[in-house]
C-alpha cells in the first residue's frame, strides 16, 4: 500500500503508516494523514477523503493563514485548528498575495550590508523555530491537545497540517511516532519525505519569488525557508534532550505523554509487521 495521497489540490499528503518500531511492530495505516493546507482540495479530494474514512482535521496554521485560505469544507468532519503561533513557519508558508509585500520588505533589508548580513545569518533559522515547537509553553499545550485527540480512538482516522505539511505539520508526525517507539533514524527519514513531495511545489514558488526580484541574498533566504533539511530535524531532536535528557521523558514532562496514554496509542496504532499492507 501506497503511502503517498494523491491529491489534486495538494502536494505533500502521506500516510504515516507502514513504518516499523523498534519492537518490530508496524504503524497501522489508514489512522493518520499528513498535509499540506486543504484550501484547494477538490470535489474528488473531498469524496476521496470522506471514503478514507476521515473523522478530524487538525490545522496547525495561525489565525491570518486560516483566514486567507480556508480549508475547503468536508461534511461531518470534525476541525480543530491547534496554532502553536510559529511565527517562521508562518512566513515560510506565504502565498502569492503576499509576495510583493514580503520581498519589498527583505530588499529594504537587503540594501545595505548590515541587512545582508543579516539574512545571511538567519539562513538556517527554521532550526530556531523548530527548537520553539519543541520548548515554548503555548507550542507545547497546543501539541499536548493533539496527543490528546489522538489517543482517543473516536477521532481517528486524523489528518493534521499546516499550510506546506512541513514544520508544523513535521513536530506533530516526529512526536506521533516517537510515542510509537519508531526509531530515531527511521523518524528522520519519514520527515526527510517532504524534500521529495515539495520540490515541484518550491521550484514553482521560486519562480513566483524570481518574477518580483532576482536579488540573490533575498532569493536564498525565500528559498532557505521552504527547505526541508536534516538540520531542522537535527535541532529538534537537540532540545528535546537538552530539556529533558531524552525523548521518551521529553514526551512525558513537556507532552503529557504518560504511560497510559503511551500505551493506548500505539494498542490503536500499532500492528504485527506480518501483517503490513503491501
Not at 234 to 247: N, R, T, Y
Amino acid at each position: 500500500m501506497s503511502r503517498n495521497i494523491k491529491l489534486e489540490g495538494t502536494f505533500n499528503t502521506r500516510d504515516i503508516g507502514g513504518i516499523a518500531n523498534k519492537e518490530g511492530k508496524m504503524v497501522r495505516y489508514g489512522l493518520m494523514l499528513r498535509s499540506d493546507a486543504l484550501n484547494k482540495i477538490t470535489k474528488n479530494d473531498v469524496l476521496l477523503l470522506q471514503e478514507y474514512g476521515l473523522k478530524t482535521i487538525i490545522d496547525f496554521r495561525g489565525k491570518q493563514e486560516v483566514e486567507k485560505a480556508p480549508d475547503v469544507d468536508i461534511p461531518n468532519i470534525k476541525a480543530v485548528n491547534l496554532s502553536p503561533n510559529a511565527e517562521v513557519a508562518n512566513i515560510a508558508s506565504g502565498n502569492i498575495v503576499d509576495d510583493k509585500i514580503k520581498i519589498d520588505t527583505l530588499l529594504k533589508e537587503a540594501s545595505s550590508e548590515e541587512g545582508r548580513n543579516k539574512l545571511k545569518v538567519r539562513l538556517n533559522q527554521m532550526t530556531e523555530q523548530m527548537r520553539e515547537l519543541v520548548n515554548e509553553p503555548y507550542a507545547n499545550l497546543q501539541y499536548r491537545k493533539f496527543v490528546d485527540l489522538i489517543a482517543d480512538e473516536n477521532n481517528l482516522p486524523v489528518l493534521h497540517h499546516c499550510r506546506g505539511g512541513k514544520d508544523r505539520t513535521g513536530f506533530g508526525a516526529l512526536i506521533t511516532l516517537f510515542i510509537l517507539d519508531v526509531g530515531e533514524e527511521e523518524v528522520r527519514k519519514e520527515y526527510m519525505l517532504t524534500k521529495d513531495c515539495m520540490a515541484k511545489r518550491n521550484e514553482k514558488r521560486m519562480n513566483e519569488y524570481r518574477a518580483y526580484t532576482d536579488n540573490e541574498i533575498v532569493l536564498e533566504y525565500l528559498s532557505a525557508l521552504m527547505q526541508t533539511k536534516e538540520i531542522y530535524f537535527d535541532a529538534a531532536i537537540d532540545e528535546m534532550k537538552k530539556l529533558s535528557g531524552s525523548i521518551d521523558k521529553y514526551l512525558e514532562e513537556y507532552l503529557d505523554v504518560t504511560k497510559e496514554k503511551k500505551d493506548k496509542i500505539k494498542e490503536v496504532f500499532l500492528e504485527d509487521e506480518c501483517f503490513k499492507k503491501e
